[in-house]
């Protein structure tokens, strides 16, 4: 039988920005680019699947808007080494305030401001100088060019959630979202200082992100690679990780299959020292329900197996 290598990064490796930041940006911007194509003529008023939420609602935090941190902004503090922001919920407000009502046209508008602005930085002459750097967000202290592409995870999931109004996420918006997902994981864990590794296994896109002390890595793999995944579709997958759908119930009706349970868990253990970060919290849920049946099967000893206790981990 062939040992197939495990998912390991370089020296120095920063995920997606460090190994096809090219890639990763183009990624980016036809994610923006799919999403303005599937709203452009659908009305604002009418409300989408998530918390009873109006499509300007959904859509308005996205765009870019002088009230809120537009890349301008980030890159600005990025030069500077300013590490630290305020928190999202607060810049959302103040966008929501003064710009929910505003006319589609408007709205439309600050999305393709917040398209554009990606596609030029990709363009930039500093480019390569100025993706590494670190910046605070609602990720924590990220590299610019990691926090940049996270965007295509929001539109990802605003796509999904403004599916009841005939909005479609493409498999190519899918994979692009889910990307940006598994690497924020990758991100997120080298700054608890967690060696983790996780794989997405999904028909849109088969990608896994480790990490070892600063250093982590996200690339493609197959079906073969070692290590701890989660196998379901890449919108299952989002849904999970935004909140949209609960993952005790998809692991109930067998839509999501794991493997290498005590993996698992060590993920959900690193995930839970990192507080509030949007994308990783349903995924931390998510995994945390491992860890719940871990303890189910402790209680009850060996009426359900010593395998089932060692993968967990106790």
Known sequence: ????????????????????????????VAAWDAL??????????????????TAART???????????????????????????????AIEDRIITAHVHD????????????????????????????ALLPVGGPLGVVPLATLVAA?????????LDLAPLGVRASNELL??????????????????????????LTPQLRIGTATDGPDWCTRQVDDEMP????????????????????ATAAYARGEVQARDLGGLVTVAQVLAGAP????????????????ASAQAAQRVGNALGSAWLRLAGN
């Open 1 to 28: 039988m062939t040992h197939l290598p495990a998912l390991a990064p370089e020296p120095g490796e920063r995920g997606r920005a460090s190994a096809d930041l090219p890639g990763m940006l183009a990624a980016t």
């Open 36 to 53: 303005i194509a599937e709203v452009s003529h659908i009305p604002l008023s009418v409300v989408g699947r998530h918390k009873k939420r």
């Open 59 to 89: 859509l308005v935090v996205l765009g870019s808007w002088p009230e809120g941190r537009p890349l301008a902004a980030i890159r600005a503090d990025a030069l500077s080494g300013i590490t630290t922001a305020a928190p999202l919920d």
């Open 103 to 130: 006319s589609a046209e408007e709205i439309l508008a600050s999305l393709e401001r917040a398209r554009d602005d990606v596609a030029t930085w990709a363009a930039s002459p500093n480019l390569d100088q100025e």
């Open 151 to 159: 965007t295509s995870y929001q539109c990802a999931v605003a796509a």
């Open 175 to 200: 994979a692009a979202g889910l990307a940006s997902l598994v690497d924020t994981v990758g991100a997120v864990a080298v700054q608890q200082e967690g060696a983790i590794t996780l794989l997405a």
């Open 227 to 246: 290590g701890p995944a989660l196998v379901c579709s890449a919108g299952l997958l989002l849904d999970i990780a935004s909140g949209r759908a609960s």
């Open 276 to 291: 509030g970060l949007p994308g990783t919290e349903g995924l931390r849920t998510a995994l945390q329900a491992y860890t």
